[in-house]
C-alpha cells in the first residue's frame, strides 16, 4: 500500500467522521414520500463530495429519487470497478426506542449511532474516502472507478435497472464492489459470495361489506381473519417445510463441500437463540442454523390486519384482514414462479363469501459469485491489509437486488466487501456502526484499488 495514502487517512481520519456525521443528519428515508426533498439532499451531499474530489459526476434525476453517478477512468490499461452503494435509509420507527435519537448521529463505546450508520450511509462512504485519498496525494488511482450510488434500495425501487438498462457503456466494469453486508463477527472480516433474492406480496382477504355482528351472523358466514390465519398456517408443515406446491422444485441443493465450510465456521446455536431473546432456534428440519439462514429458501408472514384492536373485547366477525409476506430465494428459484403458485395455492383454500386480493412487489433472484477470480483473491489481500486479519468466506440471508442486476446487464460479479455486524441493528432502532470498521473499512478499500490493479 502506498505509504503517502496511509498517511493522509490518519490525518484526515477525524474530517471523515465529521462528514460521515453530516450525512447522517440528513433523513433520506426513501419509503416516505415527507422526506423527498431530504433523500434528495443526501444524493447532492455524495454528488458534491465527488465533484471536488476531482471525479465526472452528474446527478440522474430518474421517475424516483436521483442516483448519484461519478467517474474517474484515468488508469489506462487498468481494470474497470464499479462501486455501488446507498444513500437512503429504512424509515427509523419505533421512534421511543432510540437512545438517541436517529438523525442526530452519537458516538458512544466506540459506534456511531444514527439511522445509515451501517446500511448504508458509513459502509458507502469508506469508498468515497479512500478514492478521495489517492486522489489527493498520489493524483491518480491505481483503477478507473465509476460510483453508482443510489437512493431506492430500501423501497426496492425499479429506476436503478432502468439507468443500468439504458447506460450499460457507460456502466462497463470489470467488477462490481459494495460495502453493504456484515462481517461474520466482531474480529472476523469477511467477504460475502452469496445472497439470497427475495420476493413480495401482499394479500387481501374480504369478506362481508361491512363487520357484523358475531353473535347475529357468527357461524353463517366465512370470518377473513379466520381465513388468513388458516392460510397462514397452511404455509409451512410442523417440521418447518414450506408447502407453497413447487416452492423447492428448483433450488440447487447445498454441496457437501459447502456444508462443510459452513460447519467449520465458529456458530453457536445456544449462543445465536440468546443473542436474539429466545429459548432456541427453530427452521427447516434436516438443516443448521447457518444453512438455514444462508442456502435455503423461506417464507416469512411480515405483517398482518385485521379485525378489532382497541381495549376491550367487541364482539364482531371483522369485513377484511390481510397480510404482507415475503420468501427469500436461493439460487435458481424463480420468482415470479413461486409468487403464481403461492397465489393459485391461497386460492384453492379460499371459503365461499371471501374474496382474495393479490398484490406482487418487484423481487430479485438470489446470487452466488466467483470464488476463484483474480478479483476475489484481491479482496481477500485488500481485507487483509485494512483488518489485520484473512477474511473468511460467507453467504448472507439478506438481498442487494443491485447484484443479481449487475449480472443481468453488465455481465459481472459483485465483491461484497462488509464492514458492518450483523448485531448493528440494521432496519431496527439505534442502527449503529463501529468507529474501527470505519477507520479499517477505509485502508482495505484504498488497498483495494492497488491490489486490483496488481493482479487481474
Ligand atoms: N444491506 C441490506 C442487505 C443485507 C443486510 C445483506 C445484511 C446482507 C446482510 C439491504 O439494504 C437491505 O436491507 N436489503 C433488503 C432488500 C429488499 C428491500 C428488496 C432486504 O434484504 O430485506
Ligand atoms: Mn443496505
Ligand atoms: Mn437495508
Not at 423527498?36 to 451531499?45: H, I, K
Not at 442516483?67 to 490499461?77: H, N
Not at 456502466?171 to 445472497?195: F, H, N
Request: negative net charge; hydrophobic residues 40%; glycine residues 10%.
Amino acid at each position: 500500500m502506498n505509504e503517502q495514502v496511509t498517511a493522509y487517512l490518519e490525518e484526515h481520519h477525524d474530517r471523515f467522521l465529521e462528514e460521515l456525521k453530516d450525512l447522517l443528519r440528513i433523513p433520506s428515508i426513501s419509503a416516505d414520500s415527507k422526506y423527498a426533498n431530504d433523500v434528495r439532499l443526501g444524493a447532492q451531499f455524495i454528488h458534491q463530495q465527488l465533484e471536488s474530489m476531482g471525479c465526472d459526476t452528474e446527478l440522474v434525476e430518474t421517475a424516483g429519487h436521483p442516483i448519484v453517478y461519478g467517474e474517474w477512468l484515468k488508469a489506462e490499461g487498468a481494470p474497470t470497478v464499479l462501486v455501488y452503494g446507498h444513500y437512503d435509509v429504512q424509515p427509523p420507527d419505533p421512534l421511543d426506542e432510540w437512545i438517541s435519537p436517529p438523525f442526530e448521529p452519537t458516538i458512544r463505546d466506540e459506534h456511531i449511532y444514527a439511522r445509515g450508520a451501517t446500511d448504508d450511509k458509513g459502509q458507502m462512504f469508506t469508498h468515497v474516502k479512500s478514492v478521495e485519498a489517492w486522489l489527493k496525494t498520489v493524483g491518480e488511482l491505481p483503477v478507473n472507478v465509476k460510483f453508482v450510488i443510489e437512493g431506492e434500495e430500501e423501497v426496492g425501487g425499479e429506476n436503478l435497472d432502468e439507468f443500468l438498462k439504458n447506460n450499460q457503456d457507460r456502466c462497463r466494469a470489470d467488477v462490481a464492489v459494495v460495502s453493504d453486508t456484515a462481517q461474520y463477527g466482531p474480529g472476523i472480516p469477511a467477504i460475502t459470495y452469496g445472497l439470497r433474492g427475495i420476493v413480495a406480496c401482499e394479500i387481501h382477504l374480504q369478506g362481508p361489506s361491512q363487520d357484523l355482528h358475531s353473535g347475529v351472523f357468527g357461524g353463517a358466514v366465512a370470518n377473513p381473519v379466520n381465513v388468513l390465519a388458516r392460510l397462514i398456517a397452511s404455509l409451512h408443515d410442523d417440521a418447518g417445510h414450506c408447502q407453497i406446491p413447487g416452492f423447492y422444485d428448483d433450488v440447487v441443493p447445498l454441496t457437501d463441500e459447502e456444508r462443510q465450510n459452513f460447519a467449520a465456521l465458529p456458530f453457536d446455536d445456544a449462543e445465536f437463540a440468546q443473542s436474539l431473546g429466545i429459548s432456541g432456534t427453530f427452521g427447516e428440519a434436516g438443516y443448521s442454523t447457518l444453512e438455514r439462514r444462508w442456502g435455503r429458501p423461506t417464507c416469512d408472514v411480515n405483517g398482518i390486519t385485521g379485525g378489532y384492536q382497541g381495549e376491550g373485547p367487541k364482539t364482531i366477525v371483522p369485513a377484511k384482514a390481510s397480510a404482507k409476506i415475503t420468501c427469500r430465494l436461493v439460487p435458481n428459484q424463480n420468482a415470479d414462479a413461486i409468487l403464481a403458485s403461492l397465489e393459485s395455492y391461497l386460492r384453492g383454500q379460499l371459503p365461499p363469501g371471501i374474496q382474495l386480493t393479490f398484490r406482487r412487489f418487484h423481487g430479485c433472484p438470489a446470487v452466488v459469485c466467483d470464488l476463484n477470480s483474480p478479483y476475489m483473491a484481491a479482496a481477500r489481500r485488500a481485507v487483509a491489509v485494512g483488518f489485520g486479519k484473512e477474511p473468511v468466506l460467507i453467504r448472507e440471508g439478506g438481498s442487494i437486488p443491485v447484484v443479481g442486476s449487475f449480472k443481468e446487464f453488465l455481465g459481472i460479479d459483485t465483491l461484497l466487501l462488509g464492514w458492518g455486524q450483523n448485531t448493528d441493528n440494521l432496519h431496527s432502532p439505534n442502527e449503529k456502526f463501529s468507529l474501527s470498521a470505519f477507520r479499517q473499512g477505509i485502508l482495505a478499500s484504498a488497498a483495494l484499488w492497488h491490489e486490483l490493479a496488481n493482479n487481474s
